[in-house]
């Protein structure tokens, strides 16, 4: 395969976690066993040091209509509020007529925050359930894919595109980028956030590679991207969302100047050697290790008699369930908020899935498969810390 950021056909495997079915397929019970599985694999592009999978699964099957919601958790919305705030604040408060478009707009969560900053919101949004969501809740949102075609429909500019925890998941990645440059005004701002790679290596969270996620980002290598489109990177600063997101200010090339602190997280990933193929050949080896000492663990309470419930069934948490081979031998259910999970199972594991309020008979442990959001669960669940529920988290982020 080429590279999907500058086409290089100098590639070298990186991490290699097996097959494994799209984590975002939960299951209903007449599906068990039948899921398709895929190749799941990092290479590292030895021209512009960019990690990505090297099988990629239509987004048509992926991005259709899928069961995320963004407005599920509160750290994420309150999030998005100080995003939309920021923005807004830095670069656009004086205007009084201003619209922003939000690119993978999910249930409309992000918009709902610029909405009440007084702009004029445009969703685009490829799952039909979740677009159907926003539309309801008065979040004008178009169920597409984003594209260049679709910005050349639209005929628009925009003051601010946002694109938070979609843009490492364009199959389009190139037609994508070109319709952001020629949506954006020539003042405009385009916020990008996105998993950095730098701390998903720093936190061993390697349960963030999943087949949604086709590209890996550092400053180095998303910097090389937009530049081949034409816009640059003016400042960014890292977000403890979650585990460590980077959000980065973009405009068009030779717009603004570059701030320092995005000169200063530039260094950090030189100095901590982010971007050399033997950082990924280590994080490889160290997953395997985490591997060994989680079946330890598991196989310990399990001995001791103690009943273990995962927390959360989040997308990423199937990565490690099926990497690590964790099943329903270890695992009684996954307890979720997100009602659109209600009476499934995770894809691989087959793992039921029950409605966190609906939980009666307790766990002695709770494996915790969304600890991206640890303080807030902590936080969430004091009441049974003190009754001697063990909360155990496989990947403790470092502080932001």
């Given amino acids: 395969m080429n590279c999907r950021v500058c086409d290089s056909t100098n590639l070298e495997l990186a991490v290699d976690l097996g097959s494994q079915p799209w984590c975002n397929h939960f299951l209903k019970s007449e599906e068990i066993g039948k899921e398709p ?28 209509n899928h069961t995320y919601l963004s407005g599920v958790t509160k750290s994420l919305s309150e999030h998005f509020k100080t995003v939309a705030q920021e923005v807004d604040k830095r670069f656009f408060e004086d ?19 610029f909405k009440a900053l007084g702009y004029d919101v445009l969703g685009v949004e490829s799952s039909k359930t979740t677009a159907k969501i926003a539309n309801d809740s008065g979040i004008t949102t178009l169920n597409e894919f984003f594209n260049l075609e679709l910005v050349q429909r639209l005929n628009r500019k925009f003051h601010i595109i946002n694109a938070a925890g979609v843009f490492f998941h364009l199959e389009e990645l190139h037609s994508v980028s070109e319709g952001i440059r020629e949506a954006l005004r020539d003042d405009g701002v ?13 936190n061993l969270a390697f349960d963030q590679i999943y087949h949604e996620h086709l590209l890996y980002y550092n400053l180095k290598n998303i910097e090389v ?33 570059i ?27 160290r997953i395997k290790q985490m591997k060994l000492q989680n079946l330890s663990y598991l196989e310990a309470a399990k001995k001791e008699g103690k009943k273990i419930f995962g927390f959360g069934a989040p997308v990423k948490g199937n990565t490690m369930l099926n990497y690590f081979g964790v099943g329903t031998q270890y695992l ?10 209600r009476n499934l199972y995770s894809p691989g594991m087959h793992i039921p899935i029950v409605i966190e309020k609906e939980v009666c008979d307790l766990p002695d442990i709770y494996y915790v498969l969304a600890w991206n959001f640890k303080k807030e669960i902590l936080a ?20 932001v």
């Fill in 190 to 202: 385009f916020v990008v956030q996105f998993l950095y790679m730098k701390r998903i290596v720093e």
């Fill in 332 to 341: 009684d259910c996954l307890v979720e908020k997100n009602e659109l999970r």
């Fill in 95 to 113: 205007l009084k007529s201003k619209c922003v478009l939000d690119i993978g707009s999910n249930d409309g969560t992000q918009l709902q925050h």
């Fill in 37 to 64: 599985f895929y190749p799941l694999r990092l290479l590292y592009c030895q021209d512009c040091e960019t990690v990505q999978l090297d099988y990629t699964v239509k987004k048509e099957i992926m991005f259709g």
């Fill in 259 to 285: 701030s320092d602190r995005l000169q200063t997280l530039r260094q950090a990933e030189t100095d901590a050697r982010s971007n050399e193929l033997a950082t990924y050949l280590e994080f490889g080896d």
């Fill in 380 to 399: 969430n669940n004091q009441h049974l810390i003190d009754k001697g529920i063990e909360f155990y988290f496989p990947v403790n982020p470092k502080e």
């Fill in 225 to 257: 991207l937009l530049n081949r489109h034409g816009l640059a990177m003016f400042d960014a600063y890292l977000s403890p969302i979650h585990g460590g997101s980077i959000v980065g200010f973009v405009t068009h090339k030779g717009k603004r100047e």
